[in-house]
């Protein structure tokens, strides 16, 4: 049923295809006041990122990004694994896991910004926790099925328990953590760029914030094309190494 | 089910106890937290005096709209593209970007295209929570047994009587999973736009008294959105798990 890795790239350059005529016949309707064509947008990107002010908010973006996946990547699988482990832990904490995951969290930027303060380490927190949830869920449910016969062959060759993890319960399980990476990944992301829009005088997400309140509509389009350029590559990426790791572990 | 659950109400109450410890010994200061049960009193009196309920019926009305519109165009396309074999292809690498793409950066344009009114921000919630319902009512369509389909023909029924008695029920666990997390987006759609722009409706609300160091109106209206979504999903979780359990899954 899955797709092989030749047509996700065929797939994924039909809809970029699609995407870009639907903008060029969007553009035609719309016209100048709120939208580019797509040939303006590229060239209007392609002369933006060599500017120093793009390279400065680019770097502040990416160690905001950066940091806040290393977190919820840490986070998520600490408590994926010790979740994952123990049926009665799971038990309380999923649900409530499952109901955070569920709230809007963009209603929590205030909290965070008081709790925090303006800058790098509220858009950190902001982006950590829009990606750690799905981490420790999909984590939680791969190590908690991963086969018994596995775990008893290691209890009979008596590997103490940090072997245990790092020798059978990541491996078995590690599609599945992928998966939530991939999820993560892309969670993060946007909260990272929505903290940026509400709670930063820097980075990318502030840019397209103060665009959106200039009505800089070149500068609006050219940062939608690359984040989502950025975004759309990433997950691609990803969902291939995915399905190699699925298609490998059967 | 008794313990996990009574271990849960002692985690929750233990954290709402220590964050009123915290707040009464003033580790947290009242300007950056006002604590549990002040806030709860503040949003039982605002309620009361009815002065904000303009704008938490606009946000809760509009989130709905936003909600049915994602649930029912979704299953709607999902039974379409579902049909399509190719153009399901092509739309996998979307699926899998979409929700990595800052889609509040599309405001602006929608404001130009649909006038400053409540009808950008719908659609925003909309766009945010269709993709959820799209992905998850196709997984439960790809789990319809042959069998039922085989039935459905032989007992000559058309597309439309299919889907209605065979295939969407037979799916709507999947589409409850889809509906749940619509439930957030259409809410995070809302509430986001009416942060970056518009003139009334509880992110409005919290903003302003954000920007005002307003403690005693923000808190109560996080608190309430918080509340929405949870019981909303929790009531949702809760049908779909009497669906799973009547079939004798889970």
Redesign the interface.
Known sequence: ?K?QSG??LR??L??IV?VLLAWQALYWI?GE???RSPLQTFAFAAKFMSTPQFAQHLAETAQAFGLALLLAIAIGLTIGFTLGASR?LS???E??L??LY??????????L???FGLGMSSKVAFGTIHGVIPIALFTITAVRNVKRVYLKTGRVMGLSPLDTIARIVFPAALPEIFAGL??G???T??GT??GE??ASQRGL?FL??SA?GL?N?DL?MA??LL??VF??T???VL?ALNQRLYARSR | MRGPLLWRLLVLAGFVGLLEVLCLTGVIKPLTMQAPHRIVTDLVAMLVSGALNRAIAKTLGNAFIAFVIAVVLGVTSALVIHRLRRVRDTLEPLFATYYAIPVFAFYPLLIILLGLGDAPQIFIGAMLGIVAVIVNTLNGLDRVPNVLLKTARVNQMGAVETALRVTLPCASPYILTGAKLAVAYSLIGIIGAEFIMSSGGMGYEISFAYNNFDNATMYPLILLILVVSITINMGIARWEKALMARRGLR
């Open positions: 049923m797709p047509s996700i797939n994924t039909t809809l699609v719309v006041v709120a939208l009665f038990d309380v904490f649900p409530m499952i109901a569920s709230i809007p969290k963009i209603t929590l930027y205030p909290i910004l008081l709790a991939r999820i990944f892309s969670l992301l946007i760029l929505l829009m509400f997400g397209l914030m959106i009505h509509v609006i940062l939608t984040l989502t975004a759309g990433a997950s691609v969902l």
